[in-house]
C-alpha cells in the first residue's frame, strides 16, 4: 500500500510549467523518451535516467518520492510515474526537452536519510553517463519533501534550488509524536478498536487493515461522533468544516501512519521514539480525566538522537527552495511551516525561502496552477527567467491564480 494520492499529478504539474515557446516545441514534435535500463547504486537503490528524443535543453530534474510502505518490495513506485489515463509522466517530462531521474531509494518506509544520499548519488551518476547538467532542481512530496530540504541543505553545490511540498520540515520529532498522540487518543476514547500497544504493531494488524480494522476504526467513528469530535479537538488533526466526509479521511489517514509506520521506525531509530510522558492533552469535555487515563510512552533516547542528528531540517539554506503546504493538512500539519521559517531566519537565511500556503484540505491537495506558480517563481530565483506557463494551464481563471501567486511571491509573469 502507497500513500501516494495526488503526488504523480504533483510532480507532472511541476514539471509542466517549465517551458515557454521551445517546450512548446518539444510538445509539439511528439517526441518521447529514451531511457535506459534501470540500474543499481551502491546503496542497492534502483535508478532510472531518461532523456528525451530530441535536443536535451541541459536541465535535470530529479524526483524524490513520497513515503512507500515498508511491507512493498524495493523498486521504483511505478503508480507514482503513470497518470491514471496510462500516460508516462517520464515520456511527457522529456518530450519537453528536460532530463528526469529517480529511485527506489535504498529503502521503503522511512528512508529520509537513504533518500538524501540516492539522489545526491543519482546526479553523479547521470553526470558521468549523461554530462554535467547546466541546473539540477529536486523536488518532492510528503516524505520526499524532506528529503528534498535536507538534499539541498547539505549538498547546495548540487542542488540549484529546490521545491519541496508538504513536508514534515519543521520538527520531525513532533512528526513522530503527532502520529504517536492521535493513537493514544483514539485508544482512550475508542478502546479495543485496535489492539493495545501504539508502539509495537502486530502484523496481523498490518496483513489485515483494509479488510478488518479499516471497517472498524470507520464504523467506530460513526457510531460515536462526540468522542470522534473529542478526537479531533485534542490532536488538532485538520478537518475540512465544509466537507463531513474528511473526518473520516483524518482519522483513517493518521491511524495508517501509526499502523505502517511504526514498526519500521523503531528498527531504523535504533529505538521507539514516541514520548508522551509529560505531555498534557487538553481540548475534551474532561482534560482530567484524558490525562489520567490516557496511555503513556517514554521514548528511547537512541531513537531521539538519531532523529535530532538525522532527520531534523536546519534552515541553512544556501541556495533558494520553495515550500508549499496546504493549511488544512491531516497528515503533514502545516505547523511544519512556521516552524522551518524560524530555522531559515535563524541562520540568516529568509532571503533564500519562501512558503506559499494553501488554505485547502488535505495531505499534498494542490491545484495546477499553484504547483506550476511555485515551480516558476522558483525558476525565477535560480535563472532569472520568466516562466511562459499559458499553455499549462487549462483555463482562464487558473492563469490569473498563476499570474497572482506569481506576482505575490515577486516573480514576474507572461500574458
Given at each position: 500500500?502507497?500513500?501516494?494520492?495526488r503526488?504523480?499529478l504533483?510532480?507532472?504539474?511541476i514539471?509542466?510549467?517549465?517551458?515557454?515557446?521551445?517546450?512548446?516545441?518539444?510538445?509539439d514534435?511528439?517526441?518521447?523518451?529514451?531511457?535506459?535500463?534501470?540500474?543499481?547504486?551502491?546503496?542497492?537503490?534502483?535508478?532510472?535516467?531518461?532523456?528525451p528524443?530530441?535536443?536535451?535543453?541541459?536541465?535535470?530534474?530529479?524526483?524524490?518520492?513520497?513515503?512507500?510502505s515498508?511491507?512493498?518490495?524495493?523498486?521504483?513506485?511505478e503508480?507514482?510515474?503513470?497518470?491514471?489515463?496510462?500516460?508516462?509522466?517520464i515520456?511527457?517530462?522529456?518530450?519537453?526537452?528536460?532530463?528526469?531521474?529517480?529511485?527506489?531509494?535504498?529503502?521503503?518506509?522511512?528512508?529520509?536519510?537513504?533518500?538524501?544520499?540516492?539522489v545526491?548519488?543519482?546526479?553523479?551518476?547521470?553526470?558521468?553517463?549523461?554530462?554535467?547538467?547546466?541546473?539540477?532542481?529536486?523536488?518532492?512530496?510528503?516524505?520526499?519533501?524532506?528529503?528534498?530540504?535536507?538534499?539541498?541543505e547539505?549538498?547546495?553545490d548540487?542542488?540549484?534550488?529546490?521545491?519541496?511540498?508538504?513536508g514534515?520540515?519543521?520538527?520531525?520529532?513532533k512528526?513522530?509524536d503527532?502520529?504517536?498522540?492521535?493513537?493514544?487518543?483514539?485508544?482512550?476514547?475508542f478502546?479495543?478498536v485496535?489492539?493495545?500497544?501504539?508502539?509495537?504493531?502486530?502484523?496481523?494488524?498490518?496483513?489485515?487493515?483494509?479488510?478488518?480494522?479499516?471497517?472498524?476504526?470507520?464504523?467506530?467513528?460513526?457510531?460515536?461522533?462526540?468522542?470522534?469530535?473529542?478526537?479531533?479537538?485534542v490532536?488538532?488533526?485538520?478537518i475540512?468544516?465544509?466537507?463531513?466526509?474528511?473526518?473520516?479521511?483524518?482519522?483513517?489517514?493518521?491511524?495508517?501512519?501509526?499502523?505502517?509506520?511504526?514498526?519500521?521506525?523503531?528498527?531504523?531509530?535504533?529505538?521507539?521514539?514516541?514520548d508522551?510522558?509529560?505531555?498534557?492533552?487538553?481540548?475534551?469535555?474532561?482534560?482530567?480525566?484524558?490525562?489520567?487515563?490516557v496511555?503513556?510512552?517514554?521514548?528511547?533516547?537512541?531513537?531521539?538522537?538519531?532523529?535530532?542528528?538525522?532527520?531534523?531540517?536546519?534552515?541553512?539554506?544556501?541556495?533558494?527552495?520553495?515550500t508549499m503546504?496546504?493549511?488544512?493538512?491531516?497528515?503533514v500539519?502545516?505547523?511544519?511551516e512556521?516552524l522551518?521559517?524560524?530555522k531559515?531566519?535563524?541562520?540568516?537565511?529568509?532571503?533564500?525561502?519562501?512558503n506559499?500556503?494553501?488554505?485547502?484540505?488535505?495531505?499534498?491537495?494542490?491545484?495546477?496552477?499553484?504547483?506550476?506558480?511555485?515551480?516558476?517563481?522558483?525558476?525565477?530565483?535560480?535563472?532569472?527567467?520568466?516562466?511562459?506557463?499559458?499553455?499549462?494551464?487549462?483555463?482562464?481563471?487558473?492563469?490569473?491564480?498563476?499570474?497572482?501567486?506569481?506576482?505575490?511571491?515577486?516573480?514576474?509573469?507572461?500574458?
Amino acid at each position: 500500500m502507497r500513500r501516494t494520492t495526488r503526488l504523480v499529478l504533483l510532480f507532472v504539474l511541476i514539471l509542466t510549467g517549465l517551458l515557454g515557446l521551445q517546450a512548446r516545441a518539444f510538445a509539439d514534435s511528439g517526441g518521447s523518451s529514451i531511457c535506459d535500463p534501470d540500474g543499481v547504486q551502491s546503496s542497492g537503490a534502483i535508478y532510472r535516467i531518461c532523456m528525451p528524443a530530441g535536443p536535451w535543453n541541459g536541465d535535470l530534474v530529479v524526483y524524490a518520492h513520497g513515503y512507500v510502505s515498508p511491507l512493498e518490495p524495493i523498486g521504483i513506485p511505478e503508480d507514482q510515474l503513470t497518470l491514471p489515463d496510462g500516460t508516462s509522466i517520464i515520456d511527457m517530462i522529456t518530450s519537453m526537452g528536460f532530463a528526469f531521474a529517480t529511485t527506489s531509494y535504498a529503502t521503503n518506509g522511512l528512508a529520509v536519510p537513504e533518500g538524501v544520499a540516492d539522489v545526491t548519488d543519482l546526479v553523479s551518476i547521470f553526470s558521468a553517463t549523461k554530462g554535467e547538467p547546466e541546473h539540477v532542481y529536486l523536488t518532492g512530496p510528503s516524505e520526499g519533501g524532506l528529503v528534498t530540504i535536507l538534499g539541498v541543505e547539505q549538498h547546495p553545490d548540487v542542488f540549484d534550488g529546490a521545491l519541496s511540498t508538504c513536508g514534515p520540515i519543521g520538527n520531525f520529532q513532533k512528526q513522530t509524536d503527532y502520529f504517536g498522540d492521535f493513537r493514544v487518543v483514539f485508544d482512550y476514547y475508542f478502546p479495543g478498536v485496535l489492539p493495545p500497544s501504539p508502539v509495537a504493531i502486530p502484523d496481523e494488524v498490518m496483513a489485515n487493515w483494509d479488510d478488518v480494522y479499516k471497517p472498524a476504526i470507520s464504523a467506530a467513528i460513526a457510531q460515536d461522533p462526540h468522542a470522534t469530535e473529542q478526537l479531533l479537538r485534542v490532536t488538532r488533526a485538520a478537518i475540512d468544516p465544509a466537507d463531513p466526509s474528511s473526518v473520516e479521511k483524518t482519522v483513517l489517514g493518521a491511524l495508517w501512519y501509526n499502523v505502517f509506520a511504526t514498526n519500521d521506525a523503531r528498527a531504523k531509530l535504533g529505538g521507539q521514539p514516541f514520548d508522551n510522558q509529560h505531555t498534557i492533552y487538553f481540548g475534551s469535555d474532561n482534560d482530567l480525566a484524558l490525562n489520567m487515563g490516557v496511555e503513556r510512552f517514554r521514548a528511547d533516547p537512541q531513537a531521539k538522537l538519531a532523529i535530532q542528528q538525522r532527520y531534523q531540517a536546519s534552515g541553512d539554506l544556501q541556495v533558494p527552495v520553495v515550500t508549499m503546504h496546504t493549511l488544512l493538512d491531516p497528515i503533514v500539519p502545516y505547523w511544519h511551516e512556521p516552524l522551518y521559517r524560524q530555522k531559515v531566519m535563524a541562520h540568516g537565511a529568509a532571503f533564500q525561502h519562501i512558503n506559499i500556503p494553501i488554505a485547502r484540505y488535505g495531505h499534498c491537495n494542490f491545484e495546477p496552477e499553484e504547483v506550476l506558480a511555485a515551480f516558476g517563481i522558483l525558476v525565477f530565483r535560480v535563472e532569472g527567467k520568466v516562466l511562459d506557463a499559458s499553455a499549462a494551464l487549462p483555463d482562464v481563471g487558473a492563469r490569473m491564480r498563476y499570474n497572482e501567486l506569481m506576482r505575490e511571491y515577486g516573480a514576474p509573469v507572461t500574458r
